[in-house]
């Protein structure tokens, strides 16, 4: 039996101007995975979301080194993983504080909602870059 | 951004005219909404019926302008939420701090009603 994988590797200029076109790309991958039982519409939204918060995420860290974000989107069976690369300073995730909704913040909510979408989420230094791993189970037919 | 504004009853309607409200065009709705707010607009009706997305930088313009009312004693709410754009104030827990309504009209009414925060979802 042959593995289904998809695979995207898209490179992108670091600027908000692009966050529509990448997020496209989401839905439309998601529409494209039929194998998918879950609700194709929600799975097309989750994923132009969370590429949308994580590219804005990776612009805003972007740093001047290199003009290029790189984005790596892969599903393998049901495993799908995201892969967003900056060249900026990084930050550490883990001291990322869960935002309270008492506060009224107007910053600091894109991972939060990355973290609630995703099954797992990791933002590590690499020999590439810092890079904010996203992965999800699918739900399979 | 695509926004057009009009006075209608005492409030200012603003629609906005874009299918995303995200890091790309926030800061300008933002920019905006304070604007309209120090030149003294006193009830602001944002009708997002024609955006269905919206990331947390949106949220962030959004939570700038109810912020900014709020402290100029000006009334903010927003009508038309599509469903998908609704679950996303429901995840970051904000659908309890905005006032919503299903449209501009029922905004309208309720302005009229003189009731701020009737329609603040539990």
């Given at each position: 039996?042959?593995?289904?994988?998809?695979?995207?590797?898209?490179?992108?200029?670091?600027?908000?101007?692009?966050?529509?076109?990448?997020?496209?790309?989401?839905?439309?991958?998601?529409?494209?995975?039929?194998?998918?039982?879950?609700?194709?519409?929600?799975?097309?939204?989750?994923?132009?979301?969370?590429?949308?918060?994580?590219?804005?995420?990776?612009?805003?860290?972007?740093?001047?080194?290199?003009?290029?974000?790189?984005?790596?989107i892969?599903?393998?069976?049901?495993?799908?993983?995201?892969?967003?690369?900056?060249?900026?300073?990084?930050?550490?995730?883990?001291?990322?504080?869960?935002?309270?909704?008492?506060?009224?913040?107007?910053?600091?909510?894109?991972?939060f909602?990355?973290?609630?979408?995703?099954?797992?989420?990791?933002?590590?230094?690499?020999e590439?870059?810092?890079?904010?791993?996203?992965?999800k189970?699918?739900?399979?037919? | 951004?695509?926004?057009?504004?009009?006075?209608?009853?005492?409030?200012?309607?603003?629609?906005?005219?874009?299918?995303?409200?995200?890091?790309?065009?926030?800061?300008?709705?933002k920019?905006?909404?304070?604007?309209?707010?120090?030149?003294?607009?006193?009830?602001?009706?944002?009708?997002?019926?024609?955006?269905?997305?919206?990331?947390?930088?949106?949220?962030?313009?959004?939570?700038?302008?109810?912020?900014?009312?709020?402290?100029?004693?000006?009334?903010?709410?927003?009508?038309?939420?599509?469903?998908?754009v609704?679950?996303?104030?429901?995840?970051?827990?904000?659908?309890?701090?905005?006032?919503?309504?299903?449209?501009?009209?029922?905004?309208?009414?309720?302005?009229?009603?003189?009731?701020?925060?009737?329609?603040?979802?539990?």
């Amino acid at each position: 039996m042959t593995r289904n994988r998809i695979s995207l590797e898209i490179e992108i200029p670091p600027q908000t101007r692009y966050l529509g076109l990448i997020g496209h790309i989401g839905e439309q991958l998601a529409r494209e995975m039929g194998e998918y039982a879950g609700d194709s519409d929600v799975l097309a939204y989750t994923l132009n979301l969370v590429l949308t918060e994580a590219l804005a995420n990776a612009i805003k860290h972007a740093g001047c080194e290199n003009p290029v974000l790189r984005v790596y989107i892969s599903i393998e069976e049901n495993d799908l993983c995201i892969q967003v690369y900056d060249q900026g300073k990084g930050f550490d995730i883990s001291e990322l504080p869960c935002p309270d909704p008492e506060e009224l913040c107007e910053r600091g909510r894109g991972i939060f909602i990355i973290r609630n979408l995703m099954d797992s989420v990791d933002y590590r230094k690499t020999e590439s870059g810092n890079v904010l791993e996203m992965k999800k189970k699918l739900k399979t037919a | 951004m695509n926004i057009t504004t009009e006075t209608k009853d005492d409030a200012t309607l603003l629609r906005f005219q874009e299918e995303r409200l995200d890091a790309h065009n926030s800061q300008e709705l933002k920019d905006y909404l304070v604007q309209l707010l120090e030149n003294g607009a006193k009830a602001l009706i944002l009708d997002l019926s024609e955006v269905r997305f919206v990331d947390s930088s949106g949220l962030g313009a959004l939570l700038s302008g109810y912020k900014n009312a709020g402290l100029r004693d000006s009334r903010f709410a927003l009508a038309g939420l599509q469903t998908r754009v609704q679950s996303m104030f429901e995840l970051t827990r904000l659908h309890k701090v905005f006032e919503t309504h299903p449209s501009v009209e029922d905004a309208l009414a309720s302005l009229a009603r003189g009731t701020p925060h009737d329609s603040k979802s539990d």
